[in-house]
């Protein structure tokens, strides 16, 4: 108690606690003193900070005659789907001091608890991480009432009022923006008059489905210059270089006693300073040029093929501003360029333009060292790896990465092995091409999409004491995506994977592989020889509010064929072989779906549901152990390690094997995460995991693990936790603290439902990982 006696004083000499208050916390800390659950004690340090934060004054630093603003509303006396009043609070230019998880101004009271000595380092620090008091401006809320109504007006509702209310309390206040926004303006009639007869011909305003705005429309802002903009799209992209939004306006004439309107749309012929009325000129493309914007060097390193496969401007063609920011697209992808700047000049008797493209290209080739510490279930080590890169080997913006990496780590726990260290060593070379490297493709597909050619080499020598294995694969690997949608695409032609276990142990081959009778099959199949061939295909899709991810792979299917036809030599397990070598056979898919929910104070809810399902047939009964699911650790359900749970109701029995036999056929993750903007560049979350793994046969050596759709619900574990962020803008450090609520694999009630019953030595779980989760 002496450590709540030291904060109650010192919060006492500060004047940001009152004495009751102090004394009400004295008394609720020591109703938990003579706890000795771990979660209890856990659960006073937490409350008791969080009381302490809340009895902290905040007005302490507003003074006389001012106001603090308490909490900003939003209110509509009209339901209307077009009034969001969650949306219309962004127009409100004060909206009152940031809130730890849209409930809690944290940094306020961390700000209150500085003394008014700004020279002393701790007052400067609390401000520093704090927040000062928002006070109330009567001028910013005039303002926040008009941008309201004009918002409002821009959406149709043309009478709109808003008048704001207040309640004061003390030195605090809590304003009320009450909306009132009448009837809604819709379109009755619209017709378009086009003064510049080229381009009546060219839009075809006769044929009404071109028309972007209708009768039933709202008489919405958001409307009219949606239609604005595609008539200005639509006319530079056929030559119009100098047309602009200011050339079309509108004429409304409201229909009395109606909430309609008869909308009119002018586009008018081409007028500046020096010319008052004359039609619209129609640009065409003259000569296009080159020059390197490098000032050390006048030398463009690019063939000159590539530079015209990227342009997209065509000499004797129309302008077009589509085709110009394809141009940048293009340019602005290929890794060789650092900078494109493109500009045009007019012919000074004719519209035509010729264009020049100034090309800033990068230092072909760079090194990099990277080391790394490592931390596998306690066992510490090192890694470092030295990389190599060429962004122009062939001069056509071609990426060549060599990559050189080495690890060490010192295992302990293992006995009756002559080593006790982890070594690895790799080398993987892969070779970008920035375009389609395949034949019988259109050159219009090919320049219509931005993809890359990838080929990659591996090997991977890694020596541990119970065995030595080597790893040697060859991919070829196309992707792509339409640079005017969201989506991208990748489909992996060819994945050949030779893995080799050229040593094995004498102890461990003796304990785990030789006795045939144990529960080891799994265990026996990922210590042999073996061969993959794959054919995968990937799609992802992100507008920044919803995620997919979806993968598909298939492996074996044209080495079983073979094997069939040309009667391949079968090895002691009835499995067809390929150069002597079993070969994987199987199907594996997988899809995650994100959801990002905006709150306010930059707050966020993320919802997530990851699913994957993989089958072995044919050559294989079990999937290999790269292609098998784990659950647990930083991205799953977070109450357990990594690979500590599941398949099912499985318990492990021998931490030694556990890795292997804690892996499945099928994943489940379902996730809901509350992530809340703190301070500085901290960050944290609120979240809760559940989901399993499960097998999709009956395995001896993983009892409760196989998945019944009658049952699998009740085998969902779920956990509940609390995450601490850094965000570093380019990369995010993540430290996420789970404790287990339901645990499938139990033995007693208590163990069941470790919610109701926690043990925190027995339901914790600590992660550090970089990244979000999803």
């Known amino acids: 108690m002496a450590f709540c006696s030291l904060i109650r004083t010192f919060l006492l000499r500060r004047k940001v606690l009152t004495f009751e208050k102090a004394k009400d916390i004295w008394l609720f800390a020591h109703l938990f003193v003579p706890l000795h659950d771990d979660m209890r004690k856990l659960l006073m340090i937490c409350t008791l900070g969080m009381l302490l934060l809340a009895s902290c004054s905040e007005t302490k630093y507003v003074a006389e005659g001012q106001l603090l603003l308490d909490k900003v509303k939003v209110r509509s006396d009209v339901k209307d789907r077009a009034i969001n009043t969650s949306e219309l609070k962004s127009y409100v230019r004060q909206r009152g001091n940031s809130r730890w998880f849209s409930l809690i101004k944290v940094p306020l009271y961390t700000y209150s608890l500085s003394g008014r000595d700004t020279t002393r380092w701790l007052n400067r620090t609390l401000r520093s991480f704090g927040e000062p008091p928002q006070l109330y401006d009567s001028l910013l809320t005039a303002q926040s009432a008009v941008r309201l109504r004009d918002n409002l007006q821009n959406n149709g509702f043309l009478r709109a009022r808003v008048d704001v209310s207040r309640r004061v309390k003390g030195k605090k206040v809590r304003t009320t923006y009450n909306l009132h926004p009448g009837q809604r303006y819709w379109i009755r009639h619209i017709s378009y008059d086009i003064q510049d007869t080229a381009i009546a011909r060219l839009l075809n305003v006769a044929d009404t489905t071109t028309w972007g705005l209708h009768s039933g429309m709202a008489f919405d802002a958001d409307n009219l210059d949606g239609e604005r903009a595609r008539i200005v799209s639509e006319l530079t992209q056929q030559g119009y270089y100098r047309f602009n939004k200011d050339f079309i306006s509108y004429k409304a004439d409201s229909i009395e006693g109606t909430p309609y309107i008869d909308l009119t749309l002018v586009l008018h012929r081409f007028r500046n300073a020096q010319v008052k009325d004359a039609p619209h000129e129609r640009f065409t493309m003259g000569n296009i040029t080159y020059s390197s914007g490098n000032r050390e060097d006048s030398t463009i390193h690019l063939r000159p093929k590539v530079l015209r496969n990227n342009i997209f401007l065509e000499p004797g063609g129309y302008y077009s501003s589509r085709q110009l920011q394809d141009t940048y697209n293009h340019f602005g992808r290929l890794g060789a360029v650092r900078y494109t700047n493109i500009t045009f000049s007019q012919h000074p008797l004719e519209p035509v333009l010729d264009c020049h493209i100034g090309i800033t290209t990068n230092k072909p080739s760079t090194i990099s060292f990277q080391p790394e510490g490592t931390n596998t279930a306690g066992d510490l080590g090192a890694a470092a790896s030295l990389t190599y890169q060429n962004r122009n080997l062939f001069r056509g913006s071609e990426l060549l990465t060599i990559e050189l990496r080495g690890a060490f780590e010192a295992i302990s726990g293992l006995e009756g092995y002559a ?295 009740q085998q969902l574990a779920v956990s509940y936790g609390f995450g601490l962020r850094l965000n570093f803008d380019y990369f995010i450090v993540r430290f996420d603290l789970g404790m287990k609520a339901v645990n499938p694999a139990y033995e007693s009630h208590r163990e069941h439902y470790p919610l109701l019953y926690p043990k925190f030595s027995r339901d914790f779980a600590f992660h550090f990982a970089v990244g979000l989760p999803f």
Do not use: C
Not at 470 to 494: E, G, P, T
């Open 419 to 713: 080593q006790q260290n982890f070594v690895e060593y790799s080398v993987e070379t892969k070779l970008t091409f920035p375009r389609f490297i395949a034949p019988f493709l259109a050159r219009s597909f090919r320049r219509r999409i931005n993809a890359t050619s990838e080929v990659s080499l591996l090997y991977d020598r890694q020596n541990r004491p119970e065995f030595r294995r080597r790893v040697f694969s060859v991919a070829w690997r196309y992707k792509w995506n339409d640079q005017r949608h969201h989506d991208r695409y990748q489909i992996d032609l060819l994945d050949l994977n030779y893995i080799s276990m050229p040593w094995i142990s004498d102890t461990f081959y003796r304990e785990y592989l030789l006795d045939t009778s144990s529960r080891n099959a799994i265990l026996r199949y990922n210590y042999e020889n073996l061969f993959i061939m794959k054919f995968g295909v990937g799609y992802t899709y992100n507008n920044g509010r919803i995620a997919i991810k979806a993968k598909a792979e298939t492996a074996g299917n044209l080495l079983n064929a073979a094997s069939r036809v040309f009667g391949f030599h079968r090895n002691d397990e009835g499995q067809y072989t390929f150069v002597d070598v079993a070969f994987a056979q199987y199907v594996k898919a997988d899809i995650d779906v994100t959801r990002n929910i905006p709150l306010a104070y930059n707050n966020e809810l993320v919802l997530h549901v990851g699913l994957g399902v993989a089958y072995p047939y044919g050559n294989s009964t079990i999937l290999p152990f790269e292609k098998r699911y784990f659950a647990g650790g930083a991205n799953s359900v977070r109450g357990w390690s990594v690979r500590s749970l599941g398949p099912g109701r499985f318990v492990g029995t021998d931490g030694r094997i556990d890795f292997i036999n804690q892996t499945g056929d099928m994943k489940l993750d379902m996730n809901m995460e509350y992530r809340a903007k703190l301070f500085w560049k901290f960050g944290a979350a609120l979240f809760v995991d559940a989901g399993n793994i499960w097998t999709l046969r009956d395995y001896p050596e993983q009892p409760g693990g196989q998945f019944r759709f009658s049952n699998f619900w």
